[in-house]
Structure formats: structure tokens, C-alpha cells
């Protein structure tokens, strides 16, 4: 009786460890991403944080995500937790392009890769090893797409700009970020190549946001009113700030038969839901699609087959493979690491199709 009921620990305590053995291993087959997000309270990153949270739920992964509200020293302390608890693959937009290579090298350390995503990371970051990544649009396509919207107005409205003069209230992103340096100069560089004479009548930062854009714009009414005729934003949220202001100071003549109620067109960039709108009720003229649920898709996409299969290298992830042909924008410049990048398009979002956004 006594060898049967030793014989019956035995076989408790063995089947025990076999059971803690397979919740082990069941854990260990976890997919885990991290995702070092820089800035949450910015609409387009908010939207694009959103639809990495849906495709972790959809196919079973541990996504850990994180908000670095702005902060270089905070996103770079995030990544040490993430690494400390076993993470290896990332999806990343990063707070700022100068840290990217250092973060590939604390990654490749510990034999994982990353797929940084809208603000590009540098080349050398890349250069770090064949699993990182950069999924994100090309800023200058954005400013030049902006070029073309405007092209298009004041050719269908040629006395609004007589002998294609340009005069613009033009509100920047965080200055040194790569979009606010890229989409200005895809868009004065496309005008000048149209022929316009570009004219910055007032130029500054309103760092991405609304509240900043609608004092600027204030204040620059108060001294410039008469003196333009067109309002240029590097995204939807400062031009939906600029159309408040315009809105709060008058500048509105009630006759959308150009596109807009307002006396000058205002143009932004992301095709936000507030974006589309406000175009909807013929105020913002027009926007540039940077497509967030896109973005995010490839990017989760490459840290997934990398999580997955060990490497992401050649796959298509959301339907685009990698670039062959460099263009004139970093990363995607350098022929060493193009076919590590997955260029998103931008699109150019109009009175003609703003509705099949929404």
C-alpha cells in the first residue's frame, strides 16, 4: 500500500512538471512585439497606435506599447525596459532620427530586428543589420502633392494669384524633423518648377498642433491681412487651427463655388477624420492622405515575420516590397540599404475623393 502511494507522488509530481513544462513552452510561443511610439497626443500617431492594437488582437500577439509623450531620454529608457523583459522585435516611430542608430545597435545586441516607422530613421541605423526596417511614406512627395493642389486651384482661379505670385502663411512642423524640412521643400521646389513666384509673407513652427497654429495664424492676420492669398500647413492639425482662425477673424465669403467658404484656401497633410470633415463643410480646401492604418500595416507586418520566421528580409508586408530604385530622401537615398525600405504612398486627397475616406 505504501510503494503504491509513493508510486502515485511520484507520478503526480512528474505529471506536474510536464504540465509546468507545457505552460512554459506555451508562453514562450507568445508572439511578443514592442512598440516605442514617440508622441501620442498627435492625431495621425494616435490613429496609427490604434490600428497596431487592432492587429496584435487580430493575430494573437503581445503587443507592449509605449508613449514616449515627446521625450528622447523617456523613449530610450522605454526601449531598456521592453529589451530587460524579452522583447527582441520592434515597430518604432521614433522621437528623434539622431537616436535611431543607437537603438538598432541595443536591438542587434540582442539578436532581434525593427521596423521604424514615420519619422525615418538614419541610414546608418539600417546599416546596423538586414532586420531593420524602414516602413514610413516619402516626405517629399507630400509637399510636392501639396504643390499640385495648389497648382490646380490657381490655374482653375488665375486671378487669385495674378502672374502666379504666391503669397503664403505657411505653418512648419518641429523644426530639424525630417517631414517639416522634406514636404517644404518638395513644395516650394515643385512651385518654382510650375513657374510661381513663392512668397512666405510669415514662416514658423507651430509644432504640429492646433492650439499653436490658430495663435500664429492671429497674430499673423493681424499684421498681414490683405497681404496673402493662400495658407499652407505640414499637417491637418495646424491647418484646422489656421481655419479656426481664419474663421474667428473673418475671413470667410460664404461661396464654396472654389472648394472653400473661406477667403483663401487652406491646405494640411494626413487626411485625419477631422480633416476630412472640415472639407466636408467646404473649410479645409484640401489634404494629403498620409495613410496611418498603411504605415502601421507594414510595419507590423515586418515585425511579425520577424518574430515569427527569425527575419522579414524580401517579404512584401501590406502589399509592398521592397524598394529597388533609390530616391532623393534618407534612408531610401543609400543603395546599401533600399531593399530594407517600404515606401508607403502619400495620396492627394481632394474635393473629388475626400469622400471615399469617410
Not at 542608430?101 to 536591438?107: F, H, N, P, Y
Not at 487669385?160 to 504666391?166: H, Q, S
Not at 522634406?182 to 521646389?189: H, I, K
Not at 497681404?227 to 495646424?238: E, I, P, S, Y
Amino acid at each position: 500500500m505504501k510503494k503504491s502511494v509513493a508510486i502515485l507522488l511520484v507520478l503526480a509530481l512528474v505529471c506536474t512538471g510536464l504540465f509546468a513544462q507545457g505552460g512554459k513552452e506555451a508562453a514562450d510561443d507568445t508572439v511578443k512585439i514592442g512598440a516605442l511610439i514617440r508622441n501620442l497626443n498627435e492625431q495621425f500617431v494616435k490613429d496609427y497606435a490604434d490600428n497596431l492594437r487592432k492587429l496584435a488582437e487580430e493575430n494573437g500577439v503581445e503587443l507592449n506599447l509605449q508613449d514616449a509623450q515627446g521625450d528622447v531620454a523617456r523613449q530610450l529608457d522605454q526601449l531598456n525596459t521592453l529589451i530587460t523583459q524579452g522583447y527582441k522585435y520592434f515597430v518604432i516611430i521614433p522621437q528623434d532620427t539622431s537616436v535611431t542608430e543607437q537603438m538598432a545597435q541595443q536591438i542587434h545586441a540582442v539578436g532581434g530586428g525593427a521596423a521604424f516607422s514615420n519619422i525615418q530613421p538614419s541610414v546608418d541605423a539600417l546599416k546596423v543589420g538586414k532586420d531593420f526596417y524602414l516602413a514610413s511614406s516619402p516626405e517629399l512627395v507630400a509637399g510636392q502633392y501639396q504643390a499640385q493642389i495648389v497648382d490646380d486651384y490657381f490655374t482653375k482661379y488665375p486671378d487669385k494669384a495674378p502672374g502666379k505670385e504666391l503669397n503664403i502663411l505657411y505653418l512648419q512642423g518641429q523644426l530639424g524633423h525630417p517631414a517639416q524640412i522634406s514636404r517644404e521643400a518638395g513644395f516650394v521646389d515643385t512651385l518654382e518648377s510650375l513657374g510661381y513666384t513663392v512668397n512666405f509673407v510669415a514662416k514658423d513652427t507651430a509644432d504640429w498642433t492646433p492650439d499653436k497654429a490658430q495663435e500664429k495664424m492671429d497674430t499673423w492676420i493681424a499684421a498681414h491681412r490683405g497681404k496673402f492669398n493662400l495658407v499652407v500647413a505640414q499637417n491637418d492639425g495646424m491647418a484646422l487651427g489656421a481655419v479656426e482662425s481664419l474663421v474667428t477673424n473673418g475671413l470667410v465669403d460664404n461661396d464654396a463655388s472654389d472648394g472653400t467658404i473661406l477667403s483663401f484656401p487652406v491646405l494640411g497633410i494626413d487626411a485625419t477624420a477631422d480633416a476630412l470633415n472640415s472639407m466636408d463643410q467646404d473649410k479645409l480646401y484640401a489634404t494629403v492622405l498620409q495613410d496611418s492604418v498603411g504605415q502601421s500595416s507594414t510595419a507590423f507586418e515586418l515585425a511579425y515575420a520577424m518574430a515569427t520566421k527569425g527575419t522579414a528580409q524580401g517579404i512584401t508586408a501590406w502589399g509592398i516590397e521592397p524598394a529597388k530604385e533609390v530616391i532623393s530622401e534618407a534612408p531610401a537615398n543609400d543603395p546599401a540599404v533600399i531593399s530594407q525600405c517600404y515606401l508607403v504612398p502619400f495620396k492627394p486627397i481632394t474635393k473629388e475623393n475626400y469622400k471615399d475616406l469617410m
